[in-house]
């Protein structure tokens, strides 16, 4: 597993020389979110595709 300075200079090597502070944080933003579910995935936080369908319809239905 890399440390996070190395996970940060590999975002910083991939984006263009021209890019800006937002698109930095953003893929900091994207990198956090993946890992966090990952974390969540591992530990059993997940839920069932029927689960999800029960949600949505529930939010659809608003």
Do not use: F
Request: one cysteine or more; proline letters at 2%; a negative charge.
């Amino acid at each position: 597993m890399q440390t996070v300075k190395q996970e940060v200079s590999n975002i910083l090597n991939r984006l263009p020389d021209d890019c800006s502070l937002d698109d930095v944080q953003y893929h900091l933003y994207v990198l956090q979110k993946v890992e966090r579910g990952l974390k969540d995935a591992e530990e059993g936080r997940v839920y069932t595709h029927e689960e999800v369908e029960r949600m949505m319809a529930k939010w659809l239905a608003k």
